[in-house]
């Protein structure tokens, strides 16, 4: 059995710019949830994918959106960059509420 | 809504001494409750949870934490702390009300002293 995936692993953007990661489920996992991890805080939800469909959202701005495909791999996307999107971007897939495996992230630097 | 308060941002315990790292909840429904451990530069690893049963948890590596309904706390332990536990904790609040969204506290750095 794989687990989660991410990539790329590190991601060095400028404000205004767009940019997509990318969430390999793990195997027969058919949730995806997306955290922002600010340096020195907890992750933040931003939102879930269910079967394709968003199913919760955090307080995050729309620019901020995702999408979840048939094999349940997931991209979270980000219009505008603005400097205080730097962070740690954490996927988590789930096939049941009790347990969330999450992926090692992508960090994301705005310049 | 969900919350978590994590007392203590960074705890230095020597090494074979007991490790408590505090954590407490709210939630309106049912909560779900779970330990995650972050090594630097890495993803968040499952240490144990809570989720309705046994309301002493084991996990891990040799951690386990006590769901305490009365004092809304989810407090994780080890007996004997070694080098290897040094690393970023965290606790987080989830349920299974149809979303899985897990709200987590700021987390908890822990430092082994030789």
């Known amino acids: 059995e794989t687990g989660v995936t991410q990539s790329p692993t590190h991601l060095i953007k400028t404000r205004g710019q767009q940019v997509t990661l990318r969430c390999s489920s793990q195997?027969?996992?058919?949730?995806v949830s997306w955290y922002q991890q600010a340096l020195g805080q907890g992750p933040q939800f931003i939102f879930q994918y269910y079967r394709e469909e968003e199913n919760g959202r955090g307080n995050f701005p729309p620019r901020f959106s995702g999408l979840q495909f048939p094999n349940y791999s997931s991209e979270l996307n980000v219009n505008a960059l603005e400097l205080d999107d730097s962070a740690l971007y954490l996927c988590?897939?789930?096939?049941?509420?009790?347990?969330?495996?999450f992926g090692p992230g992508t960090r994301l630097t705005v310049l | 809504a969900q919350s978590v308060t994590q007392l203590g941002s960074h705890v230095s315990v020597s090494e074979g001494a007991l490790v408590l790292l505090r954590c407490n909840y709210s939630?309106?429904?049912?909560?779900?409750l779970f330990w995650y451990v972050q090594y630097p530069n890495q993803g968040l690893q499952l240490l144990l949870k809570?989720?309705?049963?046994?309301?002493l948890v084991k996990g891990i590596n040799g951690f386990e934490a006590e769901f305490k309904k009365s004092e809304t706390s989810f407090h994780l332990t080890k007996p004997s702390a070694h080098m290897s536990d040094a690393a970023e904790y965290f606790c987080a609040v989830g349920s299974n009300f149809g979303n899985e969204k897990l709200t987590f506290g700021t987390g908890t750095r822990l430092t082994i002293i030789p």
């Open positions: 809570y989720t309705s049963a046994a309301t």
């Open positions: 988590a897939s789930s096939r049941s509420p009790d347990t969330q495996y």
């Open positions: 939630s309106s429904v049912p909560p779900y």
């Open positions: 195997s027969g996992h058919n949730t």
